[in-house]
């Protein structure tokens, strides 16, 4: 399996994962929960990663396949007055991976990440690796190193 750009920063950085290929559903209502199911995972621990804008600037929100975010604890989160949902277009520009393969690690550009708090005290979460069908288990303290991200409350 060829290694994405996020797998890539993970390796140089030392930081240990498992790989969990799944069949990506592209008609899937909710592509996180679809790879949960499919891999026998714990939506919980199964996490997304949301472009969003805060005050027009960029940002990565990292959070459980089956919630929300509340478009006000993440502008609040990034120090901002509003948030909103980044474009898919404009994602995969500033991401370099396509939509329900976009992986917080090794984007094109780097942007401010937050991570779910609740999602953090497990053990390991599982995350996208960068491409359509392939998640990574990770612990969450080395995702939030390697990202220089933080642990928040960004769920409605």
């Known amino acids: ?36 199911l499919a891999l026998g995972l714990d939506p919980a621990l199964t996490l ?8 027009g600037k960029p940002a990565c929100c990292v959070i459980p396949a089956d919630a929300s975010l509340s478009m006000k604890r993440v502008a609040a989160a990034f120090g901002g007055k509003s948030a909103a949902m980044m474009p898919p277009a404009k994602a995969e ?7 329900g393969g976009i992986s917080p690690f090794g984007q094109k550009k780097p942007v401010p990440t937050a991570l779910e708090a609740a999602a953090c005290t497990a053990a390991k979460v599982w995350i996208n ?3 359509r069908g392939l998640l ?21």
Do not use: F, N, W
């Not at 140089?12 to 929960?33: M, R």
């Not at 990663?49 to 005050?55: A, F, G, S």
């Open 93 to 99: 520009r500033l991401t370099r991976y396509h939509v």
């Open 129 to 131: 690796a960068g491409a």
């Open 48 to 55: 997304k990663t949301l472009m969003v804008e805060v005050d």
């Open 1 to 36: 399996m060829a290694a994405t750009p996020g797998l890539r920063v993970l390796e140089q950085a030392g930081v240990p994962v498992t790989l969990h290929p799944y069949a990506y559903d592209a008609q899937a209502e909710q592509i996180g929960l679809a790879a949960a």
């Open 136 to 156: 990574l288990g990770i612990a969450p303290a080395d995702a939030l190193r390697v990202l220089s991200a933080r642990a928040l409350t960004l769920c409605a």
